[in-house]
């Protein structure tokens, strides 16, 4: 089986309020990323506005899909995160910061597909191993046969934290300035037929989207707004009750920071 992601404990804990008294650890990144936890989804529900003095440095996506996903139609449920882009203007300024991606279960979702329930009891693409896929320029990329998937990780009811660095991923973590966009690549309709095959069902799905000032915590986040979807996706997107402009992500979103 493969190594799974965060502990029932931590999942209580967000609805309980309750710590886990310090034993719960996340997972440790296979690929040589930190092993530290990201921020919580319920901690960073505080944050509203983003005072100027205020120095953010990464990025928080929590997962909002796999409470709507059938587990045994997929290997890769939840959002299916390609890359983060940082940008100024229409010009790409960074991207996820090679190696700087963590991840702990505890969205806001419902629930997490485990092996067993997966297509092929294998929910591979939620694997520890992918975790890092997410940094780095988009590369993500879906096969009609029996070649694996590339480029993306699934984050299956739980959130990953990153910080962003150049337009390779490298260099030091950059700031995230007011009047920058945020754009979240997910693997969805966008990318039939240059990056999936025309058989690729590739639905667009939801996640939120915050500020940290650090990777390792979520006091003072801010959840991003001003949702725009990529025109591929905007049909579906709207059958399923999201609205542009909104707080949530739908497929590949580009959101403002304030």
């Known amino acids: 089986m493969h190594m799974k992601l965060g502990s029932l404990c931590f999942a209580l804990s967000l609805v309980t309020g309750l710590g886990c008294g310090g034993d719960d650890e996340p997972v440790n990144n296979t690929d040589g990323g930190s092993s530290d936890k990201p921020a919580t989804a319920s901690d960073a529900a505080r ?6 003095a205020v120095k953010y440095t ?16 997929t290997n890769g449920p939840g959002a299916d995160i390609d890359a ?11 991207v996820g910061k090679l190696m700087s991606a963590s991840f702990a279960m505890g969205g806001t979702t419902t629930m997490t597909c485990m092996d ?12 520890a191993m992918y975790l890092q896929r997410i940094t780095g320029p988009r590369d993500g990329r879906s096969f009609p046969d029996a070649t694996p998937d590339e480029g993306y990780f699934s984050l299956n009811g739980g959130r990953v934290a990153l910080e962003i660095g150049d337009a390779t991923g490298n260099g030091t973590a950059m700031e995230i300035k007011s009047g920058m966009k945020v754009k979240v690549w997910e693997v969805d309709k966008s990318y039939i037929p240059s990056r999936a095959p025309m ?28 949702a725009t979807f990529d025109p591929a996706n905007s049909a579906m997107c709207t059958s399923m009750g999201m609205q542009a402009g909104g707080l949530e992500g739908c497929g590949t979103t580009t959101f403002t920071v304030p």
């Not at 983060?84 to 960074?94: A, I, N, R, S």
């Not at 667009?204 to 707004?225: D, I, Q």
């Open 47 to 52: 944050g509203d506005t983003a005072p100027a």
């Open 58 to 73: 990464a990025i928080m996506i929590v997962d909002r899909d796999t409470d709507n996903v059938m587990c045994s139609a």
């Open 84 to 94: 983060v882009e940082l940008q100024m203007g229409t010009t790409t300024v960074g």
């Open 116 to 127: 067993a329930q997966c297509r092929g009891a294998d929910c591979k693409y939620s694997d």
């Open 199 to 226: 058989s690729c069902v590739c639905a667009p799905e939801r996640f939120e989207v915050y500020l940290l000032t650090s990777r390792t915590t979520s006091v003072g986040a801010v959840k991003l707004g001003g």
